[in-house]
């Protein structure tokens, strides 16, 4: 499956990862400079839903694309039962 995002949903999921990238980033820098426990743990929590969040994006317009790839006879050669597991694969990967 190829990521074919439309310009809004990418702009979407780069700012969530540009997010996610600042996040960890800062992340190294607490740790480095020696800060607090919890406020590291915060921020590396925030960090872990910014991914999700993407990762999320990113499947449901996979999602999307799928079914009306089913829909149109161009799965592929897959049957529903093999892209159903190989979704739910994906899926799962991020819980």
Known sequence: MELDLA????????NRLRRAQG???GVIRMIEEGRD???VVTQLAAASRALDRAGFAIIATGLQRCLADVEEGRANGEDRAQMRGR???LFLSLA
């Open 87 to 89: 979704l739910e694969k």
């Open 37 to 39: 426990c919890e406020e």
């Open 7 to 14: 310009s809004a949903e990418l702009r979407s999921v780069l």
């Open 23 to 25: 996040q960890i980033a």
